[in-house]
């Protein structure tokens, strides 16, 4: 690209200077090499400039239509005025020339229905039948012309209309209220709140936030756990990664890792306690019947779920992608058998006596669909 630029340049600028060149030579009135007697885009005697002076006959009149403006003419193709869509289809029952003719006409979601020129029984002339099904629609299209309204963003509303090709077009979203919300999103503050406690308000079924609440609570979790207190014990829970619940994933080193751009990927956040006096350690871990899916996981000390990319990156444990030491998630095992790389695990993560976590498990990729287990094992209390 450098030396096709640099040529372009070179071009445009040798151009410049030669014009310039020109034109100060024929100023100077010398050497220009320019006849300006025969010239004949010169003006003419009656002072007009930029015309061609047409040429003469050998009586030194013009030619016929010399004086024309060749200019004005559109000598290039002409625009096409539209497509000639043709005579209309036939009407069933009306006069036809030539029997057994079949004619089409468009139906239902870009479809085809057909009617044949038949002989009438009275009269022996022809005359078109009734048409029959309509055949060959597009799967999935809709009828040319039809709309339809449907929800969009937060209590928004979407108008799509059914183009030529059988397809829908959507408009723009409109009607969101300001500042709207998720239905059934909580949002925290720790206004007026003692350490671990929050205000809490959450986004109605109209798309707004109430307001906060007046006491300070600790974080409203939906999803919980409660782990063991006996040592080498598992509690097992089963949650479903779908497509309705989608957000960002959290790659690499808790802390140091990246947040990803888009928020495609499916989540469950579960709240974890530890209801011993003692400070426990855990293994958290998925697993799951038939063939495993490809998952991660990570963990907050604090139960109040992020709602920055900041929040989300700065999690405790993980971000993990593959099971922990000795497979207990069993990928090898399945039927089929997986990969390491697919169920994962985070070993090693502690909780304070009386003391919450909250384990975060997402699908690696956006389809990574289905239920999971999500494993809780007590190794050490202390």
Known sequence: MRSLKSGLFAIAFAGLFGTAAVVGCSADGGGSGIDTESDPTLPDDNGSSGSVVPPKTDDGTPPPDAGKDSGKKDSGPKAEAGVDAGPPPPVEGTACTTLNEIKQKSCGACGKAETVCLADGTTGKGKWSTYGACGNELSGGCIPGT???????????????????????????????????????????????????????????????????????????????????????????????????VGKKVSGTCGVGSVSSTATYPWVAVEVKNPTAQTATIQVYHSGTGS???????????????????????????????????????????TPPGSTLDWAGVDNVTIPAGGKILVYSAGYGSTELGNFNLNLKTTKLQ
Do not use: H
């Not at 339809?148 to 183009?163: A, I, M």
């Not at 920055?308 to 095992?333: R, V």
């Open 147 to 245: 709309t339809v309204q449907e929800n969009c963003g937060n209590c928004g509303k979407v108008t799509k209309t059914c183009t030529q090709y059988c397809a829908y077009s959507a408009g723009a979203c409109t009607g969101q209220p300001a500042n709207s919300c998720v239905p059934g999103t909580v949002d925290y503050t720790t206004a007026g709140c003692s350490a671990s406690t929050y205000r809490n308000r959450t986004c109605g079924t109209a798309c707004t936030y109430g307001g906060y609440s007046a006491t300070c609570e600790e974080p409203i979790n939906a999803n919980k756990m409660t782990i063991s207190g006996t040592v080498g014990a598992v509690v097992t829970a089963q949650w479903t990664l779908a497509a309705t619940q």
């Open 292 to 334: 495993p899916l490809d998952t991660l996981i990570w963990i907050y000390k604090k139960t109040l779920p992020p709602t920055t990319d900041a929040m989300l990156g700065a999690c405790d444990f993980g971000a993990s992608d593959s099971c922990i030491s000795g497979d207990p998630c069993g990928n090898l095992t399945a």
